[in-house]
């Protein structure tokens, strides 16, 4: 599963990190999906610019530097599609996605994901533009809320077996 938050203009981020554009509903249910899982992965932009000095949950970074381990981190030199693979190799079930949008792309082109929980934030964003034209090619919204001027979608892959 993967989870994004973009403003109401596609940016995902604003001021260079997500964190302006979340709000409490939305670092909830972030929180909801933690804890659902067993391990995570991001790229190392991601891994910069947000705050994961704090996470309980095992990481595995795609980097193009060093391969490396660092406490429950590991910083390895693979693609997005080659973490989830190694990351199941290593023997977890439940992952979750924080990458960003380069990141998401590729996987969301693969259709590698199961389920893809998509944030509509009211505010403006300011840079890292989201294209949702693959997404709804290969995914489609199986449920949405709205809570204060925002919308939570969940989407799931096309002709996914149950």
Request: charged share 25%.
């Amino acid at each position: 599963m993967a989870n994004l938050v973009i403003g109401s203009n596609g940016m995902s981020t604003l001021a260079g990190s997500s964190r302006g554009l979340s709000s409490p509903a939305d670092r909830a249910r972030f929180h909801l999906l933690r804890q659902k899982a067993e391990v995570i992965l991001i790229g190392g932009s991601t891994y910069r610019s947000e705050p994961y000095s704090k996470c309980p949950l095992p990481l595995y970074i795609s980097t193009r530097g060093v391969q490396n381990e660092v406490g429950k981190s590991k910083f390895l030199n693979l693609s997005p599609a080659e973490l989830i693979e190694k990351a199941r190799e290593d023997g977890f079930k439940k992952l979750l996605v924080e990458g960003g949008v380069h990141f998401l792309s590729e996987l969301i082109k693969d259709a590698l994901l199961d389920e893809f929980f998509l944030t509509r934030s009211s505010k403006l964003g300011d840079d890292n533009f989201f294209s949702e034209t693959e997404l709804k090619l290969k995914y489609k919204v199986v449920s949405e809320s709205n809570d204060g001027g925002e919308c939570f979608q969940t989407w799931e892959r096309i002709n996914q077996r149950r």
